[in-house]
Every structure is written in structure tokens, then in C-alpha cells.
């Protein structure tokens, strides 16, 4: 009953840290491309908060569940799915942490150029194509974790 308790957890989480990321990354994109500053501005505070709430916890829970799972199951860390996830949520890991800097320094911009109701500077458009390119590893990098948590290739 532990094992299938934490796996249904694990898989809500999964399911948390994708929607969330997809869903904040497709509002944050259609913001953008409005140029509407006021909407931009609200967006992004929006976004950071949805990575706080969401984001955070299930960044965290996944590994942690995952590993216990493993532990559970018996299954050492060496069988490929299980290390070749865990190199891959890395790597999502590694393009997340800049990208969670890039969200609260975009934000705070909008913000600045909100209440001064001046365009959007260069460096927030920079900001936001890093934003944009550092999501395109991690998305894909997730989405080969999912595939080898279902298939569990060894």
C-alpha cells in the first residue's frame, strides 16, 4: 500500500510539474507577443508564483519519491531507465534553476517599466529568449523521463 500510495503521489506530482511548467510557459510566450505591458507584467508575477507553489514542491518530491520507489521495488540505481532519468531530470534541473532567475528578473522588469509606463528594455527581450531556449532542453529532457518511467527500458 506504500508503494502504490507513492506512486500515485509521484505521478500527480508529474503530472503538477508538467502542466505547470507547459501552462506558465505557453501564458508567459502569449504575453509576450501581446506587447501589452500591463499584461506581460501581470503574467509573469503570475508565473513566478506558479513555480513557487507548484514548481518548488514537486522539483523536490520527484526525486525523493522516485528514489524511494526504486528502493521499494528493489531496483538498483545503476538499471539504465532509473539512472538515465535521473542524468536527464538533472539536465531539466540545470536549465530550470536560471530559468526561475530569468522569471523573477523578468518580472521585476515589467513590473519597473509598468509603473513608469516606458516600453519593455532590451534586456527583458534578451532575458526572454534565453527564457524561451533554456525551457526547449528541459521540456524535452521531461518528456524522455516520462517515457522511461512508463517503458522502464533497462
Same mark, same amino acid.
Given at each position: 500500500m506504500i508503494y502504490l500510495t507513492l506512486k500515485y503521489l509521484h505521478?500527480?506530482?508529474?503530472?503538477? #510539474?508538467? =502542466?505547470?511548467?507547459?501552462?506558465?510557459?505557453?501564458?508567459?510566450w502569449i504575453a509576450d507577443r501581446?506587447?501589452?505591458?500591463?499584461h506581460i507584467a501581470q503574467v509573469n508575477r503570475h508565473v513566478v508564483l506558479a513555480d513557487w507553489i507548484f514548481t518548488t514542491p514537486t522539483v523536490i518530491f520527484q526525486p525523493v519519491s522516485g528514489l524511494i520507489m526504486v528502493y521499494l521495488a528493489g531496483i538498483p540505481v545503476t538499471t539504465f531507465w532509473v539512472s538515465a532519468s535521473l542524468a536527464l531530470?538533472? #539536465?531539466? =534541473?540545470?536549465?530550470w534553476i536560471p530559468v526561475v532567475w530569468l522569471q523573477i528578473r523578468m518580472s521585476k522588469i515589467a513590473d519597473t517599466s509598468l509603473k513608469h509606463q516606458h516600453a519593455l528594455p532590451h534586456k527583458y527581450w534578451q532575458y526572454a529568449r534565453i527564457w524561451f531556449w533554456l525551457g526547449v532542453p528541459a521540456f524535452t529532457a521531461m518528456v524522455l523521463v516520462v517515457f522511461l518511467m512508463v517503458f522502464k527500458i533497462s
Open positions: 505521478i500527480l506530482s508529474m503530472v503538477l #510539474l508538467f =502542466g505547470t511548467g507547459l501552462g506558465s510557459a505557453f501564458y508567459k501581446s506587447q501589452n505591458l500591463e531530470y538533472i #539536465l531539466a =534541473g540545470l536549465c
